[in-house]
C-alpha cells in the first residue's frame, strides 16, 4: 500500500494506494496518529486507486473517525471504486462516513 498527502483547503487529503488489509492497516493507523499529531484534524482519504479493503482497513478507519470526532475532526471517503464502495455498503460504514464522488466534492462539502 501506498500513500500520499496534500493539503487542500483546511483539508489534509491522503491518497492509498494498493490494498488495505490485516497487513498495511497499521501502516495506515501509524500515519494517521502521526498526521493528527502534528493537529490536522480535516481529513480527505482519497481511494480512488484503492483496490481492495479487508475488515483490518475498515476498523482502521472506523478508528480514525472515532479519533477525529473526539478532537472536534471531520473525516470524508472520497472516489471509491465500486468493489471498495459495496465493502463500505454491505457492511453499513457508507451511512456512517461521509462519502464523496470525488476529491473536490469532499473538500468542498
Keep these: 500500500m501506498e500513500m500520499t498527502n496534500r493539503k487542500e483547503g483546511e483539508a489534509l487529503v491522503m ?36 483496490d481492495y479493503i479487508s475488515s483490518a482497513g475498515l476498523r482502521s478507519i472506523l478508528a480514525l473517525a472515532k ?22 455498503d454491505i457492511s453499513g460504514f457508507s451511512s456512517i462516513i461521509p462519502i464523496s464522488d470525488s476529491v473536490e466534492a469532499a473538500c468542498s462539502s
Excluded at 479519533?67 to 463500505?88: C, H, M, N, P, Y
Aim: charged share 30%; hydrophobic share 45%; net charge negative.
Design 67 to 88: 479519533k477525529l470526532k473526539t478532537a472536534d475532526g471531520s473525516l470524508r471517503l472520497a472516489a471509491l471504486q465500486d468493489t471498495v464502495k459495496e465493502v463500505f
Design 15 to 50: 491518497s492509498v494506494k494498493g490494498r488495505m488489509d490485516a497487513v498495511t492497516a497499521p501502516e495506515f493507523e501509524k500515519a494517521v496518529q502521526g498526521l493528527m499529531g502534528e493537529g490536522e484534524i480535516s481529513f480527505v482519504i482519497d481511494l480512488a486507486d484503492l
